[in-house]
């Protein structure tokens, strides 16, 4: 597995949605476990989201359940996030990671393939 790369952030009012989209390169992405973490300004990098390598199982931060959802398309190389009911406080920078095989881990020392980060900001 090659570079990610993170899209689909922007500048939005709360209550609205967006869905971030992390591409990835290379052949093997259908064998990596893949993840998001956001990280605010002056605090710790913390997990969103993650979803395992088959898909078929997924972790969410007790923050974004109910509101965001972790998705895969294999065929795209791409991993998505769709993020509903924004608030201002998930107002962050937004990372995608990856590690080969593996389930939906939500600490992000698992994980050893990262992007660049995506912009997110929730105006109240």
């Known amino acids: 597995q090659g570079q990610l790369v993170e899209s689909g952030g922007g500048l939005v009012q709360a209550g609205d949605s967006l869905r971030l989209s992390c591409t990835a390169s290379g052949r093997s992405f259908s064998s990596y476990a893949m993840a998001w973490f956001r990280q605010a300004p002056g605090k710790e990098r913390e997990f969103v989201a993650a979803?395992?390598?088959?898909?078929?199982?997924?972790s969410y931060a007790d923050a974004v359940k109910g509101r965001f959802t972790i998705s895969r398309d294999n065929a795209k190389n791409t991993v998505y996030l769709q993020m509903n009911s924004l608030k201002p406080e998930d107002t962050a920078a937004y990372y995608c990671a990856g590690r080969v095989w593996g389930t939906a881990f939500t600490d992000e020392i698992e994980y050893d393939h990262w992007g660049q980060g995506t912009q997110v900001t929730v105006s109240s």
């Open positions: 979803i395992s390598w088959s898909g078929g199982s997924t």
